[in-house]
C-alpha cells in the first residue's frame, strides 16, 4: 500500500482521521511482532477442541499469511503430536510452550526453543487459590527460568492477572526474572478488567525499569481486548498477542484481523501481513471451530460466560473473594456462569459438575473421570453433554453425596 509521509492517514485504499497523525497523539509507526493465540487461548474456549490436523492446518495459514509466532498447550491431550507435527513441518513461525517440568523436556527434545514461564502474580490469587506465599512463588518461578535458560531456551515471564496486580510487584518479577536471562515479559488483563490508558501505563513503566522486550495478551470481556492491546503498542509493546477471530476463553482475546487492520490504518504500520488473505484465514479458522464470530461477544454472546475449569472460581467464592472470579458477576447482566466439562476440564471442575447432580467420588475416582473426560471431549471436538459426563463418572463409581 503506498503511503505518503506527508499524509499518512490517507492511502489510495483508505482515509483514516487525520487526527491520528497529530503530533499531540501521534504513536510513531514502528515495527511490532503479533503472536498468535489462536491454538493455544482456543483451548480455553468451553465449546472448542482443535485436533492435531486443525492445529496444523491453522499454524500453517498463519505462516502463510505473514504471522511468525504462535503458541500451544502442553496440558490437553494429544499435545505431545500437535508438537512434533509443527516442528517437523519446519514453519516460518516460532512455536512457544509453557514451561511445564516433566512434560516441557518433551517439547524441547521435539526443537522447541521458546517458552512461557507462568508467574500468577494477582495477590489474590496467591492467597485464596495458590494458598502459598509470594516469596515461595517468585523462587518457584526464577527456579524456573533458570532451568528454561540452562536448557537453552528464550524465556518469556507470562504474569496472569497482572492488571490486579501492585506495581511495585509487577516491578520486582520482571526486574528479578530480567536477571536470571528473561527477555520478554507479558502483561496479562486475565478478566478484560482493564483499560486502554492503563495497559499503556504498565507497559511504558516496564520498558522505563527494565530491558526487557514487553508483550500484552487482553481479554475481551467488556468488548476492549483489541482497544488494550493497541493501547499496549502504544506503551511501547514490541509484541501484541492476538487470535484469530477473537478466540480464546469466555468473550475471547483480542482479534488478530482487528489489530492488524487497526495497526495498518489508524497507526501506519506495515505489519507485513496478507492482508487480502485476512478474509480467509478467519473463515478457516470459522469452518474448523464449528465457533461463529457472534460466540465471543461480551455480555450477551453465548460463550460470555462459558466454564471448563473451575478450581480457582471455587477458591475465590470460598475464600470470600467472589469479585475476583469473575469480570463482573454473571448475574449483573441476566446471566449465570456455565461449567461444562471438556477437553481443558481441571478436578474442580468434575468435583462442581459432580454436587452439581448430589454425586461424589474418592480422589482416584476424580482423577479417572478426569482423565476419560478430557479424551472424550477432545476426541468429540466439543465438552460432554450432562447426560455424557454422568454416564462418564457412573461408570467410575461416582455416587450420592447423602
Sequence with gaps: MQRNPQDPWLTSAWAA??????????????????????????????????????????????????????????????????????????????????WQPGRVERALDLGVKHVMVWYRIGEDFQRHVARRSRNELMDEMLASVRAARAAGTTVNLFLPESTRADLEHITAAAQAAEKEGASAVTIVDSQGVAIPAAMRYLVSHLKSVTNLEVEVHCHNDFGLAVANVLGGYE????????????????????????????????????????LNRLPELCRTVEDISGIPNGYFKPIVGEGAFRYEQWSATKAFIEGDARPFAFPFEPEVVGRTAQLVIGKWSDRGAVIQKLADYGLTGSPEQIERILDRCQRKGAALGRPLRDDEFLAVAEDEGAHSSE
Design 17 to 98: 482521521s487525520r487526527h491520528n497523525f497529530d503530533p499531540a497523539v501521534a504513536v510513531p509507526p514502528r515495527t511490532v511482532q503479533l503472536h498468535d493465540l489462536t491454538i493455544r487461548d482456543g483451548e480455553e474456549c468451553a465449546d472448542l477442541a482443535f485436533n492435531t490436523e486443525d492445529k496444523v492446518r491453522i499454524a500453517e495459514m498463519l505462516a502463510s499469511v505473514g504471522i511468525r509466532r504462535s503458541e500451544v498447550f502442553l496440558t490437553v491431550p494429544g499435545w505431545t503430536e500437535v508438537v512434533r507435527a509443527l516442528m517437523a513441518r519446519n514453519l516460518p513461525l516460532d512455536l512457544w510452550v509453557t
Design 235 to 274: 506503551g511501547g509493546a514490541d509484541v501484541l498477542q492476538v487470535s484469530v477471530n477473537g478466540i480464546g476463553y469466555r468473550a475471547g482475546n483480542a482479534s488478530m484481523e482487528s489489530v492488524i487492520m487497526a495497526l495498518e490504518v489508524l497507526y501506519g504500520v506495515d505489519t507485513g501481513v496478507q
